[in-house]
């Protein structure tokens, strides 16, 4: 990928889940608005990915929280997609990251907006997720914080500042 700050993030993006994700466990926290939203930051992950793929993605049967078996499976759920990703991150270049996507819910989106959707390339679309992930990230954060644990610092200059350490998962979350 060409896109070395795009790539950055994403990179980053992996490191900051798997930090929280050692939080979560270490607090042992697996309370239902927790467990939804790590849930919902890798099946937006999960979804865009098989967009950008071009896997078949059905909308009306997306997992729930419900359908792994255990935090563990949810965990090596995030795992996978994240090593994936990184895969197919080495394989796009600038024709790649300018290709306009038809996301399959924007259809939804513009019915229930009543306006128009513009078209979003790979490229922006990569960021949303990295953002959107940052979002939840933080509600998990917000969470472990009212239940009296200490969030992870997880910003993108502490990973900078660190040299760009690789994910560290945690091991065998219950």
Same mark, same amino acid.
């Given at each position: ?5 795009? /790539?950055? +993030? +994403?990179?980053?993006? @992996?490191? *900051?889940?798997?930090?929280? %994700? ?7 926290? *697996? $309370?239902?608005?927790?467990?939804? %939203? ?7 992950? =999960?979804? /865009? /990915? ?5 896997? #078949?993605?059905?909308?009306? =049967?997306? #997992? ?6 255990? +935090? ?7 795992? $996978? ?5 990184? @895969? &197919? ?23 229930? %907006?009543?306006? !128009?959707?513009? #078209? ?10 990295? +953002? ?16 009296? /644990? *200490?969030?992870? #610092?997880?910003? &993108? ?5 660190? $040299?760009? !350490? *690789? !994910? @560290? %998962?945690?091991?065998? !979350?219950?």
């Amino acid at each position: 990928m060409r896109d070395s700050q795009l /790539f950055d +993030l +994403l990179q980053h993006c @992996e490191w *900051a889940d798997s930090a929280l %994700w050692r939080a979560v466990v270490a607090a042992d926290v *697996a $309370d239902e608005k927790t467990v939804g %939203w790590l849930h919902h930051v890798h099946l937006v992950q =999960h979804a /865009f /990915f098989t967009v950008w793929s071009g896997g #078949p993605l059905d909308l009306e =049967h997306l #997992p729930k929280p419900e359908d792994h078996e255990d +935090l563990a499976s949810m965990m090596r759920w995030a795992q $996978d997609c994240h090593r994936e990703l990184q @895969e &197919y991150l080495v394989e796009c270049d600038e024709v790649d990251l300018g290709r306009e996507l038809t996301l399959p819910w924007a259809a939804r989106m513009e019915a229930e %907006w009543h306006h !128009p959707l513009q #078209p979003v390339t790979l490229q922006q679309s990569m960021h949303q997720v990295v +953002l959107h992930s940052a979002h939840h990230r933080a509600q998990v954060s917000s969470r472990l914080r009212s239940l009296s /644990f *200490a969030p992870p #610092p997880i910003d &993108y200059i502490i990973w900078l500042w660190r $040299d760009r !350490p *690789a !994910p @560290e %998962w945690p091991e065998n !979350p219950s």
